[in-house]
């Protein structure tokens, strides 16, 4: 039987590897001996590689670290402050693990944290805390309340004026603080069900942040709820009002000094135990284990807090010396090491511009696992290298290969073979490289032995890929037949159908069996609207054709945009008028005039729209908009349909292809409108791009260099 080219070519192939893998173990042999004398000088330089390699992989690791949050903090950062910003970056940290703090340093100091808020406020910072009561100062009916609750000691006066000054406020602030003095006159009169009840109230309103004489109020509520609950002899619920408080206090959900916070946190621990100790056993050990769960989550977040100090006191006053006079928009990155007693603080920023500066805190621990992939099962090719990692006490940070420095010592036959730095000794480590001797014998045997696993992991790899080869090419000619067919399928359901309607209604109009002039004139719209569809798709056809062929040609002019841009949205209304859509355009004034094939450039525009329409499902709403910047002008067609799925955005600027849920949807159309596009954009030295979201919709933009664009004949198959 005879063989087809495919199989051939793949029979020929490994014939050729077979040959090929036979002559190099035949040299390999030979080349023992030469092998053994090059070994000593091709492990020194293999030293001095290592080095480099690492010192690279370092920098390759920070710089990637650097450059992704440097995007995304531009990104967010356009017209929002420092906070705004570090709430739109926290969800990237989790996704870098070299970072383990991002945080942006204001003209005033003050320094934004984005990973995880201090359990209290660091050296410097003061707490935005809003003291209500200074605005109650010129109120007589205050005043009033004030002088009976503490000069007259008339509390049911003092609760009647608090409760007439909280109805009749409508700010929450206020509302809150008058509700807090509310509680207070109830729980000093003896009423402790209305003072829970009001307390509960307050707490139910929020605002963390109000404050009277420097303490939050929801702390006092909370703190007041427990000893009333504890009390009235309510056990359970005072563990439970003292536990949420203590929840608050590790969860930073109030600013408060460091002092404020150890006192809170005893307080509720103290009260806390107090409440529980007459509990039942087992609901005891309920309440005891909340207790020692968040007394861990404490710990793990006063060590993240210590380090934050750290940062705050010794790292961020010589970011602010360091960054000036340096350009902000360098887009460089500055770099500080900073030992401390109990570890090691890596640390780099750069100025955003002139008032914020963007920090990033590096994990030496994940730093340094990540010179060393996990896959990788040692640090270079040469067997009996090993590399060691020290910092500046001789302390090993990371190895691989040899354990320790110690234990190259140890043996008889390893030395140190090379020793070097981290560029800009960052971070501030030594790189050591030792070497454990083998035995000559050893030595050659292993030598054979790879080169005789090498050889045959390079027949079996490529006789492999021949074989892969061979299926793949056959798969994609069967796949490009496959899309030749249902493209010539669906072409022909694309004629078919505006030819039907134009011949039926011609035949109804020629007949004389269409009397009505409003309905004849919908016929006569119907068919001109039907027949430019034909001409547009022969259009898109002949231009698919040329392209195939690279015979395409582009008559470049003067063209206004705007211009443009506003004619194909009209065309496009009038065209499509049958079709149940919303067209809206956002065209900026001032557009810079391009040299552009104008009647191209339209073509794909009006298949952006005609796209858009078509998988436009429920929410038949357009936007095309236009505008200029960054010595581009940019054209955009927006819809609020069914829209692509991520894996094949790609492949939708592929000829012949439809993504799923246009064939889910039993939407027709040919699968070259958005590869011409594509090819028109490029023509025109320009760039096209998608973003899309499967059910909310497709934005297609296209972007177009201003200035002067030579006329081209294409000459490349699209």
């Excluded at 050889?455 to 080869?469: M, P, Q, W």
Aim: charge should be neutral.
């Amino acid at each position: 039987m005879r063989l087809d080219w495919q199989r051939r070519a793949a029979l020929l192939f490994a014939a050729s590897l077979l040959i090929l893998s036979v002559v190099l173990v035949f040299f390999a042999i030979r080349e023992v001996d030469r092998e053994k004398l090059l070994k000593e000088k091709e492990i020194e330089s293999e030293g001095q590689r290592l080095v480099d390699t690492i010192d690279g992989r370092a920098g390759s690791l920070i710089g990637e670290a650097e450059k992704r949050i440097l995007q995304a903090a531009k990104k967010v950062r356009n017209d929002a402050n420092p906070v705004q910003a570090a709430a739109a970056l926290k969800g990237l940290l989790s996704d870098i693990p070299l970072v383990s703090e991002v945080f942006f340093i204001d003209d005033e100091d003050r320094v934004v944290f984005l990973n995880a808020r201090p359990l209290f406020l660091l050296p410097g910072e003061k707490p935005a805390l809003k003291e209500v009561s200074c605005s109650l100062e010129s109120d007589e009916r205050w005043k009033r309340a004030e002088a009976a609750e503490f000069r007259l000691n008339d509390l049911s006066l003092a609760a009647s004026l608090y409760q007439g000054l909280a109805a009749k406020t409508a700010d929450p602030a206020l509302d809150a603080f008058l509700l807090n003095r509310l509680a207070r006159c109830y729980a000093k009169s003896g009423k402790l069900e209305k003072a829970l009840d009001t307390y509960r109230q307050q707490l139910r309103i929020g605002l963390p942040d109000l404050a009277s004489e420097g303490i939050p109020l929801e702390i006092v509520a909370l703190s007041q709820i427990g000893n009333i609950d504890l009390q009235s002899g309510q056990r359970a619920e005072a563990a439970g009002a003292f536990l949420e408080l203590y929840q608050g206090l590790v969860d930073s959900k109030w600013a408060l000094s460091r002092s404020q916070f150890e006192t809170f946190t005893k307080l509720a621990e103290g009260r806390f135990r107090a409440a529980e100790g007459e509990l039942r056993a087992p609901l005891r050990a309920e309440w005891e284990g909340r207790l020692q769960a968040l007394k861990k989550i404490e710990e793990e977040r006063l060590a993240r807090t210590e380090i934050l100090e750290e940062v705050r006191e010794r790292v961020i006053p010589r970011m602010r010396l360091e960054a000036r006079g340096l350009d902000t928009d360098s887009g460089r990155f500055l770099r500080i090491a900073e030992p401390t007693d109990s570890s090691l603080l890596l640390a780099s920023f750069l100025p955003l511009d002139a008032n914020t500066i963007l920090g990033i805190l590096l994990d030496p621990s994940a730093l340094a696992r990540g010179f060393f992939p996990s896959e990788s099962r040692k640090p270079g090719p040469e067997e009996g290298l090993s590399v060691v990692i020290v910092d500046g006490s001789g302390k090993v940070v990371v190895g691989q290969g040899l354990g320790s420095p110690k234990e190259s010592e140890k043996g008889e036959d390893s030395k140190l073979l090379f020793s070097g730095a981290f560029t800009d000794s960052f971070p501030p480590w030594t790189i050591n490289i030792y070497r454990s001797g083998v035995g000559a014998v050893e030595r050659q045997f292993r030598l054979r032995r790879n080169i005789y696993i090498l050889a045959l992991v390079v027949v079996i790899a490529a006789l492999s890929f021949g074989g892969f080869l061979a299926i793949r090419s056959t798969a994609k000619e069967l796949k490009l037949a496959k899309l030749k067919s249902d493209f010539t399928a669906t072409v022909s359901h694309e004629f078919r159908t505006p030819l039907t309607s134009i011949r039926y209604m011609a035949e109804l109009l020629q007949r004389g069996r269409v009397r009505d002039e409003a309905r004849k004139q919908q016929y006569y719209e119907t068919i001109t609207g039907e027949s430019e569809r034909l001409s547009r798709l022969v259009e898109n056809l002949l231009d698919f054709s040329k392209i195939e062929a690279g015979m395409k040609e582009y008559r470049l002019e003067e063209t206004d945009i705007a211009a443009l841009a506003a004619d194909v949205a009209g065309r496009f209304r009038q065209q499509a008028a049958f079709k149940d859509f919303v067209l809206e355009t956002e065209i900026a004034d001032g557009l810079p005039i391009i040299r552009a094939d104008k009647d191209s450039l339209a073509r794909a525009v009006f298949n952006l729209l005609d796209n858009a329409v078509k998988y436009s499902g429920e929410n038949p709403r357009v936007v095309l908009r236009a505008w200029s910047g960054e010595g581009a002008v940019s054209l955009q067609v927006e819809d609020h349909g069914i829209g692509i799925s991520k894996p094949e955005q790609k492949k939708v600027f592929e000829k012949f292809y439809r993504s799923e849920s246009a064939l889910e949807s039993d939407v027709k159309g040919s699968g070259i409108g958005l590869p011409l596009v594509e090819h028109v954009v490029q023509a025109h030295r320009g760039t096209v791009s998608l973003e899309s979201e499967p059910g909310k919709g497709t934005r297609v933009t296209i972007r177009l260099p201003v200035g002067r664009t030579e006329e081209k004949k294409e000459g490349e198959h699209g």
